[in-house]
T-cell receptor, first 112, second 112 residues
Framework: GENVEQHPSTLSVQEGDSAVIKCTYSDSASNYFPWYKQELGKRPQLIIDIRSNVGEKKDQRIAVTLNKTAKHFSLHITETQPEDSAVYFCAAIISGGFKTIFGAGTRLFVKA | SQTIHQWPATLVQPVGSPLSLECTVEGTSNPNLYWYRQAAGRGLQLLFYSVGIGQISSEVPQNLSASRPQDRQFILSSKKLLLSDSGFYLC???????????FGQGTRLTVV
């Protein structure tokens, strides 16, 4: 069926290091790939997204890459800070553009 | 600007009791509406989505149902709650195709 797989489930890095989270999706018709950050007890919020007509997008310390052929996309956070600690979800839009299917999430710990 | 309201924020209900969670969106028309459930420390599972009044798509067989009586109102219900219905329920909306989802604050449901 339609799914999004996300790795790793937990990631611990030292402050200032980089963090990389990887996802794969199954629906080759997917064209939109958002990333959400969820702080403890709060709602998920969009941090960056990428569409299938580009291979990379960057916003300050955050970047996303997309390989449509391999159906892979990744989130890269550089110069991590303690406030980056949260759960990060990748997602893919399927079923003609209406359904957002989420990965299982990555719990990121940034140690000061 | 658009806002989404979801209530209540927390709820403790006995097994076998009914459930009604309400979500409303302001500042937009004909939104796509979604109900997600997040078990403790887990990912976001899509339960229902709706692209218009009276149109409900169910994603997983379960003890819950959804209704959309008005354009910007989405209700999640159960006739008899089970222990396994405990979790963090999130309502979300999006506009059009292949766009970001905006989440409500969530309802933490504990079935005892």
């Amino acid at each position: 069926g339609e799914n999004v797989e996300q790795h790793p489930s937990t990631l611990s890095v030292q402050e200032g290091d980089s963090a990389v989270i990887k996802c794969t999706y199954s629906d080759s018709a997917s064209n939109y790939f958002p990333w959400y950050k969820q702080e403890l007890g709060k709602r998920p919020q969009l941090i960056i997204d990428i569409r299938s007509n580009v291979g990379e997008k960057k916003d300050q310390r955050i970047a996303v890459t997309l390989n449509k052929t391999a159906k892979h996309f990744s989130l890269h956070i550089t110069e991590t800070q303690p406030e980056d600690s949260a759960v990060y979800f990748c997602a893919a839009i399927i079923s003609g553009g209406f359904k957002t299917i989420f990965g299982a999430g990555t719990r990121l710990f940034v140690k000061a | 600007s658009q806002t989404i309201h979801q209530w209540p924020a927390t709820l403790v209900q006995p097994v076998g009791s009914p459930l009604s969670l309400e979500c409303t969106v302001e500042g937009t028309s004909n939104p796509n509406l979604y109900w997600y459930r997040q078990a403790a420390g887990r990912g976001l599972q899509l339960l229902f989505y709706s692209v218009g009044i009276g149109q409900i798509s169910s994603e997983v067989p379960q003890n819950l149902s959804a209704s959309r009586p008005q354009d910007r109102q989405f209700i999640l219900s159960s006739k008899k709650l089970l222990l396994s219905d405990s979790g963090f329920y999130l309502c979300a909306w999006s506009q059009g195709l292949n766009t970001e989802a905006f989440f409500g604050q969530g309802t933490r449901l504990t079935v005892v």
